[in-house]
């Protein structure tokens, strides 16, 4: 599977474009009583470029690249109720690495950054109906923990050197809402639409349209 990522960054003082491309590599194993197993290995190129403004107004820009790599499994069981709904608990555990970068900004501050070892755990539900024999419409929350993601920044002048650390590690809520549609036998396409609350590191929206053939 293939996957792009286009999308915006808010600071302080500044904002900030940044994109990602990544190759999926998956195996899916399904149980007759409704259970699957997912694995998934990723590897993706992260792009950031960032437009911020000094206390003096000054206008700074910066370009920083890092390429990553992820394996995940998630589990789950879909449970049919009446009338076509049905409910889906889940559970995920991701470990993951993103390589650090070397960059220079526009006001000739030279920046390095560490990389990020990364272990997510997620549990939630889906919550869907049936709506004729094509398609369906759902729901979905879950709560997110990072155990890692530590880093460091170091950022060097001709008047000397700072260096600073943050870390992701957090708990927060996801929650959204989603449609997928039979196109033929073998296809079908997907969108859906989720944010995020409860860190300080917020997702205000996310939207996902992708499309799916088996063969």
Same mark, same amino acid.
Request: hydrophobic residues 30%; negative net charge; proline residues 0%.
């Given at each position: 599977? !293939?996957?792009?990522?286009?999308?915006?960054?808010? %600071?302080? /003082?500044?904002? *900030?474009?940044?994109?990602?491309?990544?190759? &999926?590599? !998956?195996?899916?194993?399904?149980?007759?009583?409704?259970?699957?197993?997912?694995? =998934?290995?990723?590897?993706? &190129?992260?792009?950031? $470029?960032?437009?911020? !403004?000094?206390?003096?107004?000054?206008?700074?820009? *910066?370009?920083? &690249?890092?390429?990553?790599?992820?394996?995940?499994?998630?589990?789950?069981?879909?449970? $049919?109720?009446?009338?076509?709904? %049905?409910?889906?608990? +889940?559970? +995920?555990?991701?470990?993951?690495?993103?390589?650090? $970068?070397?960059?220079?900004?526009?006001?000739?501050?030279? =920046?390095?950054?560490?990389?990020?070892?990364?272990?997510?755990?997620?549990?939630?539900?889906?919550?869907?109906?049936?709506?004729?024999? /094509?398609?369906?419409? %759902?729901?979905?929350? &879950?709560?997110?923990?990072?155990?890692?993601?530590?880093?460091? =920044?170091?950022?060097?002048?001709?008047?000397? +050197?700072?260096?600073?650390?943050?870390?992701?590690? $957090?708990?927060?809520?996801?929650?959204?809402? *989603? @449609?997928?549609? @039979?196109?033929?036998?073998?296809?079908?396409?997907?969108?859906?639409?989720? /944010?995020?609350?409860?860190?300080?590191?917020?997702?205000?929206? +996310?939207?996902? =349209?992708?499309? /799916?053939?088996?063969?």
């Amino acid at each position: 599977m !293939y996957s792009y990522t286009d999308g915006t960054s808010s %600071y302080n /003082r500044g904002t *900030g474009d940044n994109s990602s491309k990544s190759i &999926n590599f !998956y195996t899916t194993q399904m149980g007759s009583k409704g259970h699957y197993l997912d694995v =998934v290995f990723k590897v993706s &190129n992260m792009d950031n $470029d960032f437009n911020v !403004y000094d206390t003096n107004s000054n206008k700074i820009t *910066g370009d920083a &690249n890092n390429t990553g790599v992820s394996l995940s499994a998630e589990y789950g069981r879909k449970n $049919d109720l009446k009338h076509g709904w %049905y409910i889906e608990p +889940q559970a +995920q555990f991701t470990l993951g690495y993103l390589g650090g $970068d070397n960059y220079f900004t526009s006001n000739g501050i030279e =920046v390095s950054q560490s990389g990020i070892k990364s272990a997510v755990g997620r549990i939630g539900f889906n919550i869907g109906k049936e709506v004729g024999s /094509r398609g369906i419409v %759902y729901a979905k929350a &879950n709560l997110l923990h990072e155990f890692g993601g530590g880093y460091d =920044v170091t950022m060097s002048d001709s008047s000397g +050197q700072l260096k600073t650390s943050d870390t992701f590690n $957090d708990t927060w809520f996801e929650y959204g809402v *989603g @449609a997928a549609v @039979a196109t033929g036998k073998n296809s079908h396409i997907y969108l859906d639409v989720e /944010r995020s609350a409860g860190s300080d590191f917020t997702k205000d929206w +996310q939207w996902n =349209v992708g499309a /799916r053939w088996t063969f």
